[in-house]
Nanobody, 115 residues
Framework: QVQLVESGGGLVQPGGSLRLSCAAS????????MGWYRQAPGKQRELVTT???????TYVDSVKGRFTTSRDNAKNTMYLQMDSLKPEDTAVYSC?????????WGQGTQVTVSS
């Protein structure tokens, strides 16, 4: 019943910022936001960030210091703040969560960093 919907992607110049949202709808009982993946053209999908239920987050080395993940439990939404964007950040970004051990994915949102 839970559905994840990403938004906030778009075209941005290098050095710019974007804020992605991952909104959960439906029953969120047992839902745990886990983090974000991304897949660039011609590349394998990679884990960008992982968020635990205790608020601890890990980030892939390439985005450390530039990306920040947060959650707003009242809005059932997870965010990915992306600053100092680089062309190599261009990818489809997908949020993921778990519900009673099942992995849930959003539809993905395109982020394009280009001049």
């Amino acid at each position: 019943q839970v559905q994840l919907v990403e938004s906030g992607g778009g075209l941005v110049q290098p050095g710019g910022s974007l804020r992605l949202s991952c909104a959960a709808s439906g029953s969120i009982v047992g839902l745990s936001f886990m983090g974000w993946y991304r897949q660039a053209p011609g590349k394998q999908r990679e884990l960008v960030t992982t968020v635990t239920n205790y608020g601890y987050a890990t980030y892939v080395d390439s985005v450390k210091g530039r990306f920040t993940t947060s959650r707003d439990n009242a809005k059932n939404t997870m965010y990915l703040q992306m600053d100092s964007l680089k062309p190599e950040d261009t990818a489809v970004y997908s949020c993921y969560a778990t519900e009673y051990g099942k992995t849930l994915w959003g539809q993905g949102t395109q982020v394009t960093v280009s001049s």
